[in-house]
């Protein structure tokens, strides 16, 4: 064999393995990132960075690789339906490529059916418990779009998803894509860029250069409106770099496995009356008031109209018997209070608010940081909740923060006296630890204590 037949049979291999498997369904040749990205036969990966570096069609081309495969089934999902249907979104985008094609199109279902057998298939994923809606589907592809807008907890759970027929020659994989920035932000960096290469996760960076269908300069102007860091997550795909600080962390809440005895028990009600994707949940929070602090027992929220708002008040009312019901005195709770206080004998109060949002969540920053609200364990709205608390006021959804400020502000100005007398005798019985002894602070003591009149405190601040 001559020099020239075996430099041409190493080009034809290094070709092979530098093309990824297309199928006639995916509209455009891929980027260089893009390819790299469709090349990965790797369990784990994530696909952008900067925008405009091309992250939905190369989820789009991930998820239709392997549609001539008989029984192939694959998942894009967003954070709501809605997010699916913008313009140019991923089922707009399915669209184009694949109308006119011989893959048919559910609207009903939102999938798409190709002659093999094989499916794509659109969902969401908003709440917690929506990630139930998938408990008893099989996939061999699922990938999610805006990944940093999810739980970590919602893409853990769908790997148990991933699953194919003995034999099968198709590989399992979970994909993500995403910007820099939004509430799901941190564990993403970590997962993908901090811990990058663990568990054979990869992530491909790609940037708007790579991308040569987008008008680049229109974009880049565009990009260039937006606050410096915004600007160097999208623009330059910046993971380093983080957005504002939220006003809540994970790490001030506690948990409890079993409340103890509590001296009362609220409910905390923020209401919003339509139903549909793009309205406001209603939330109501149910609170007791104990030793050492506040417990949140239970959560209920819902996009529901008013007769079915009014039958939840009444219900969560019937089996809790709490000592008062609080509803925020607004447009969306006045009919409710005014209702309620003819047809029931509820416990109510109408909270009248003035002031913002922001103003009403710092003002219990305090009783959180101290350590002195407690959350359920094993509660399945748990996860739900913290990320949409840690993301204000940067999250799409506010209503669980109403709700728990409005609870949280009214418990500490009007605090029960039989508690007070009831924390104070216990503090006098209680030996030194776990609890800081300054009756101001209680926190739980830390691994660092100072040491003052026979006794440790959490601080040098609170042993004065």
Not at 334 to 363: F, G, Y
């Amino acid at each position: 064999m001559n020099r020239n037949a075996i430099d041409q049979a190493w080009l034809d291999r290094l070709e092979r393995l530098t093309t990824p498997r297309l199928t006639r369904y995916i509209a455009h040749r891929p980027t260089p990132p893009q390819t790299a990205f469709l090349l990965l036969e790797s369990r784990e990966a994530m696909y952008g960075g900067a925008a405009g570096g091309g992250k939905s069609d190369a989820l789009l081309m991930a998820a239709l690789q392997y549609v001539d495969v008989p029984d192939y089934a694959a998942l894009l999902l967003r954070k709501s339906y809605s997010d699916l249907s913008l313009p140019a979104a991923l089922i707009p985008r399915a669209q184009e490529w694949l109308a006119g094609t011989d893959a048919k199109w559910n609207g009903a279902e939102h999938v798409w059916r190709f002659p093999s057998g094989a499916s794509l298939s659109f969902g969401y994923l908003d709440t917690e418990a929506d990630k139930y809606r998938y408990q008893s589907a099989e996939y061999q592809f699922i990938g999610f779009d805006e990944l940093t807008q999810f739980s970590e907890s919602q893409y853990t759970y769908m790997f148990s998803r991933l699953r194919r027929l003995k034999g099968s020659s198709v590989p399992l994989r979970m994909r993500g894509a995403s910007n820099p920035g939004g509430y799901g932000h941190e564990w993403v960096k970590q997962r993908f860029i901090t811990r990058r290469g663990e568990g054979g996760r990869i992530f491909i960076p790609a940037k708007l250069n790579d991308n040569p269908y987008l008008g680049q300069d229109e974009y880049r102007t565009a990009l260039g409106e937006l606050d410096s860091i915004t600007r160097a997550q999208l623009v330059n795909g910046d993971w380093a770099i983080a957005s504002g600080q939220s006003v809540f962390k994970r790490s001030w809440f506690r948990s409890f496995r079993e409340c103890p005895k509590p001296i009362r028990v609220i409910l905390s009600w923020d209401t919003a009356f339509k139903e549909g994707e793009e309205t406001d949940y209603s939330v109501c929070t149910v609170w007791a008031e104990a030793d050492p602090g506040y417990y949140v027992l239970d959560l209920w929220r819902g996009r529901v109209e008013y007769p079915e708002l009014k039958r939840q008040a009444v219900a969560l009312d019937a089996k809790w018997n709490p000592e008062l019901v609080l509803i925020e005195d607004k447009a969306s709770g006045q009919s409710l209070i005014q209702e309620l206080r003819r047809d029931t004998k509820m416990p109510l109060r109408a909270i009248k608010v003035d002031r913002d949002k922001k103003s009403r969540a710092h003002a219990v920053t305090g009783l959180i940081e101290a350590g002195r609200v407690y959350l359920p364990e094993r509660a399945p709205w748990v996860a739900d909740f913290l990320d949409e608390v840690c993301a204000f006021d940067q999250g799409s959804h506010d209503d669980q923060v109403d709700s728990m400020t409005q609870a949280l502000n009214y418990l500490r100005h009007n605090r029960n006296r039989l508690l007070d007398f009831y924390i104070k005798d216990l503090a006098a019985m209680r030996p030194p630890g776990p609890f800081c002894p300054n009756s101001q602070c209680r926190k739980p003591l830390g691994v660092t204590t100072y040491g003052a009149r026979g006794r440790e405190f959490c601080s040098l601040l609170c042993s004065l």
